[in-house]
Nanobody, 127 residues
């Protein structure tokens, strides 16, 4: 299995940027499709971005498309979420997720499709 640790959250003004990182340890990182989800207080967890094992395929929720970029560095066992043009509605706890993928270069876009989760990192966007 894989262990995931997020970092990079914080407080930022609207219009600003943050880059989240998720460091993986344990099993071979390149065997895992990865993703990011978020959960705001009183709301359901929302899946915002996903990336395939090679990094060649990505997915973005409509709410973040054009503003967020997911990437991965398999040599560093890390997946990133670059967040630009942040708005207060992006305020949430952001979670990194992983799913063992031995079949192909797929992305997974549902919260319940992932088996491993980090502890989360808080992102707060002030207006």
């Amino acid at each position: 299995q894989v262990q995931l640790v997020e970092s990079g959250g914080g407080l930022v003004q609207a219009g600003g940027s943050l880059r989240l990182s998720c460091a993986a340890s344990g099993r071979t990182f390149s065997d895992y499709a990865m993703g990011w989800s978020r959960q705001a207080p009183g709301k359901e967890r929302e899946f915002v971005a996903a990336i395939s094992i090679s990094g060649g395929t990505t997915y973005y929720a409509d709410s973040v498309k054009g503003r967020f970029t997911i990437s991965r560095d398999n040599a560093k066992n890390t997946v990133y979420l670059q967040m630009n043009s942040l708005v207060p509605e992006d305020t949430a706890v952001y979670y990194c997720a992983g799913r063992l993928e031995l079949s192909g270069d797929y992305v997974y876009t549902g919260v319940y499709e992932y088996d491993y989760w980090g502890q989360g990192t808080q992102v707060t966007v002030s207006s």
